[in-house]
C-alpha cells in the first residue's frame, strides 16, 4: 500500500490563482480530511468527509472547497489564493472498521507559497 | 474537548527514557488521550491511545493517571530518531477524526 498520497509536494502561486491539492489512499478509508500547518503552530482542520458524497468543515474553511466522488480521493480547492493561506498542507484517512480506527495516516504534506 | 497544556521543549539522553507529561484537567469521562508526533515537517504520526488503563504497544507506554487529569507518555529507550515534536489530544471517541493539534513538545535527543 502507497498510503496517503498527496501531489505536489510544493507549489508558488499568485495572489488570485486557483488550483487544487490533491490526496489520495488505497487503504479503503471511510474517513478522510484536510489540515493546514503554519510555521511554529500545530495543526487545524480544514475540512473533513466521513465517506464518498459527504463533506463538512473544520475549524479553518474560509477559502477552500472540496468534494468527495470517490473513496480514494478527496482533492482541496483554493478559489482565490491569499498569502494568508501559505501554509503546509497535510491529508489524512482512518477507518472505522477495525481495532486501528482510531488511527490516522497523514500525508507526507503541500508546502504552498502565495506571493 | 478537553485543553491539553504540555511544555514546550524537553531532552533527553540518547538510550535513556523519554518522559513526556500532559494535562488535561477538564478531560471527561468519555474523551481518550492520543498521542502523536511530527518528525522535522513530515506528516504526523499515530503513537498510542488510551482512556483509563495504561497502554504499551512497540512504539511507547502511555501511563494515564487515576483521576485522569494527566498522562505520560514513554518512549522507553530514546533514539536520535525519536527527535521530533510530539502532541497530546484529547477528544472523545466519535471525536476521533477530528483532531485538535496544539503547539505540542519539542523532545530533542542528545547523543
Known amino acids: 500500500n502507497a498510503g496517503v498520497t498527496q501531489t505536489p509536494k510544493f507549489q508558488v502561486l499568485k495572489t488570485g490563482q486557483s488550483m487544487t491539492l490533491q490526496c489520495a489512499q488505497d487503504?479503503?478509508?471511510?474517513?478522510m480530511s484536510w489540515y493546514r500547518q503554519d510555521p511554529g503552530m500545530g495543526l487545524r482542520l480544514i475540512h473533513y468527509?466521513?465517506?464518498?458524497?459527504?463533506?463538512d468543515q473544520g475549524e479553518v474553511p474560509n477559502g477552500y472547497n472540496v468534494s468527495r466522488s470517490t473513496t480514494e480521493d478527496f482533492p482541496l480547492r483554493l478559489l482565490s489564493a491569499a498569502p494568508s493561506q501559505t501554509s503546509v498542507y497535510f491529508c489524512?484517512?482512518?477507518?472505522?472498521?477495525?481495532?486501528?480506527?482510531?488511527?490516522?495516516?497523514f500525508g507526507p504534506g503541500t508546502r504552498l507559497t502565495v506571493t | 474537548d478537553a485543553k491539553t497544556t504540555q511544555p514546550p521543549s524537553m531532552d533527553c539522553a540518547e538510550g535513556r527514557a523519554a518522559n513526556l507529561p500532559c494535562n488535561h484537567s477538564?478531560?471527561?469521562?468519555?474523551?481518550?488521550v492520543y498521542w502523536y508526533r511530527q518528525i522535522h515537517s513530515q506528516g504526523p504520526q499515530y503513537i498510542i491511545h488510551?482512556?483509563?488503563n495504561n497502554e504499551t504497544n512497540e512504539m511507547a507506554s502511555l501511563i494515564i493517571t487515576e483521576d485522569r487529569k494527566s498522562s505520560t507518555l514513554i518512549l522507553p529507550h530514546a533514539t536520535l530518531r525519536d527527535t521530533a515534536v510530539y502532541y497530546c489530544?484529547?477528544?472523545?471517541?466519535?471525536?476521533?477524526?477530528?483532531?485538535?493539534f496544539g503547539t505540542g513538545t519539542r523532545l530533542t535527543v542528545i547523543p
Open positions: 489524512a484517512s482512518r477507518t472505522f472498521r477495525d481495532r486501528k480506527s482510531y488511527e490516522q495516516y
Open positions: 487503504m479503503n478509508h471511510e474517513y
Open positions: 468527509s466521513v465517506g464518498a458524497g459527504i463533506t
Open positions: 477538564t478531560i471527561s469521562g468519555n474523551e481518550y
Open positions: 488510551g482512556l483509563k
Open positions: 489530544i484529547v477528544r472523545g471517541q466519535t471525536g476521533a477524526n477530528n483532531l485538535f
